[in-house]
Structure formats: C-alpha cells, structure tokens
DNA sequence: TACGATTGTGAGTGATCACTTACTTCTCTG
DNA sequence: CAGAGAAGTAAGTGATCACTCACAATCGTA
C-alpha cells in the first residue's frame, strides 16, 4: 500500500460519507487526496471498485466489535456489550464515517446486509433464551432494531444524545 | 393542475424513491412521465423544486396521519395508534413511495426533519406521564427511534415482517 | 371565431461525469 | 548502474447531466 493510495482510500471514505457515493464525483476524492483522477484508476478497477476496497477494509472493524459480543457467555454482558456497540462505533472519526457510510449505503443501493448481523441476532436471541423470555427471537430483533433506531438518529440529528439513549436502555435491560 | 403535471409528479415520486433524488435524471423522471424533458421545467422551477413539490403534497398525508394521534385523549390508545402508523405509511403504493422517499432524503440531504415529530413526542411523553413511567420523556424517545428502525428494516430488508413486530411491541407495551 | 395565455415539444447548451491514453518518474533488483 | 515494472501525471474521450430556447398546439374567454 503506497501513500498516495492510502490517501486515496482516506479521502474517498470521508467524502463517500459525507455527501454519498453516487454524489461524490472522482475528481473530487483526488482533488482532496491531493493526487491525479488518473490515479485512483491505476489502483482500483472503477469508481465501485475503490468503494468496495473501503467496504472490505471496514469489515474487518466489523468482525473485532462483533467477535466481543458473540462469544460472550453471560448473557447479561451480551445485552449490555450489544448496546455499547453504539458507543463503539464512532470512538473516533475514522470508524465513525465508516459506520456511516454503512448506513448510507444500505438506502443508496436499497439492500440490508441481514447476513452480517446474523451472528449477532442469534447470540441475542440466545441470551433473551438463558433469561427466560417468552420469545427470545423477538426479543434479539426488537433490540436490533432499536439499534438501527439509534444508528439513524445519531448521524442525522445533530442534537441526538446517544449516551443518554443508550444507558436509559441499559436501565430498560437491567444491566 | 394538468394531467401531464401528475404525470410528471407521480413518475418523480416513484423514480426519487427508488433510486434516489441525485441519480435520478430529469430526462428519465420525463420518459416514464411520457413527457418532454423541457416540460418539468415549465412547471416546476428546476429539479429541486420538482422535489419541493413532492414533499410538500406529502406533508399532507403525514398531518392526517399525525393529528389522528396528537388529538386522542386515551394514553393507551396514543400508544397504539402510534404503533400502527407503521401499517398505515404502507397501505396504498403511494403511501409507500412518498415515506420511502422521506427515510431515503433523511439520508440523501443528512437533515433529520426533528421539527415534524416534535408534536408527536409531545403527544407520547404525555401519554407515558398519564401511564406513570419514571422518565416518559425518555420513553417517548425509544419509541420513535424503535419506529425508525422499524421503517429502516421494512423499507430495505425484503423479508422483514413488519406485522409481527408491530404485533409483539404492541403486547410489550400492553396495547 | 379571434386572440392572448398557458401548455407542450424537440433540438439545442455548456458543464461535469467516469474513465482512457500517452507519457514521465520513481523504485527495486540482478 | 542498467533496465524493467510499478507509480504517477496531464490532457484528453464520449456520454450524460440539468437546463434553455424557439416555436407549435391547445385552451379559455370576449
């Protein structure tokens, strides 16, 4: 990986983000990486291919916040680690505008990537399960749900509080 | 209001909400209208003022929908019928289209119309006040943003049964 | 029916889009 | 240090964009 592409990944993530993929034009991204339109050309296939380099690279955030909750075995601690993921997600600005651009994608291209957050649903519903809820399926996905919720309005609304959602949450699920 | 105007609002309104405001072409928005290009511009300022239009024609359907709720004296009823708005933004392809198109502006313009909820949290914070709930404005809040997410699934999850969740949330909050 | 206003068309306009090409500069290795 | 391959550039390409303009058809009304 050379500089300017890593520039290249940088710039095209924040302004993918920002303004959305189909509205970012690809002169753009290398006017603020600072390199040739030509460039971004010799390290990636098309203007989808450099979105799908960004996609991958954050997948592996991905794996390593969902990989904590999923072999969690107190069941408590699943609920709770599931509601900090909100907290997790935009640590810093970086994993921020990549879960945001998650987000984004999912209404531009109309498709919800339901097999990412399989792993997680049933770590859910298991731990709905061991504490003795009725229906344990529903359960995971009115949570899951309620994430999506929270994801919305924190990149949307600017004067969202999410750290007063999610402990008021915390206190809903008694953990 | 000619028959071709309509036309041009009804094709732009299913066109917007499919792909999108900034990918849809004007030229696309006319052929699917059976229109000329040139047309949209006579009546309509430019394409943003097409899009005015449409939100503005919405606006109605979404005070219909609200004042039915802001309106009703018993709390519990509030609750309900708050919860099944989710059923009634689906009912007619119309319908559909134009709060489709609301979700995928919220994203598109990253602008969260807090201003047009307002009268409904108020409504929801009342009712949970009148329920006795500790902190009803706090749960005024979880029921909206769980609304959000419900119209996040439902909009982009083809499978996603929204009649079931709307049910087991209704039993969850005993209306 | 005459005529002004509104509605409608189709062929433009320059700007911008994603992408290519011809070329130069850097870097690494035998 | 020669030379090949990778990295990088600048000036293009045709296609498509939102929008305009000159003109024609249709309408309401006096």
Known sequence: MTEKKEKILIAALELFAQ???KSTSTSK???KAGVSEGLIFRHFENKEGLLEA?????????KILFGDIVFEPEPKAVLKKTLELGSKM??????????KLQYKMKWELEFYGEHKMEPLELALTNAFTKLGH????LEARVL???MDG???RY???????????????KTKYGV
Request: aromatic content about 12%.
């Open 90 to 99: 935009i640590e810093n600005k970086e994993d921020a505008d990549f879960w």
């Open 134 to 137: 009725d229906r344990p399926e």
């Open 29 to 31: 991204v290398a006017k």
């Open 19 to 21: 303004e959305g993929f």
């Open 144 to 146: 899951l749900v309620n």
């Open 150 to 152: 929270l994801a919305t």
């Open 155 to 169: 990149f949307l609304q600017k004067d969202f509080d999410l750290g007063v959602m999610i402990d008021y949450m």
């Open 54 to 62: 960004i996609i991958k690279e954050g997948e592996e955030r991905a």
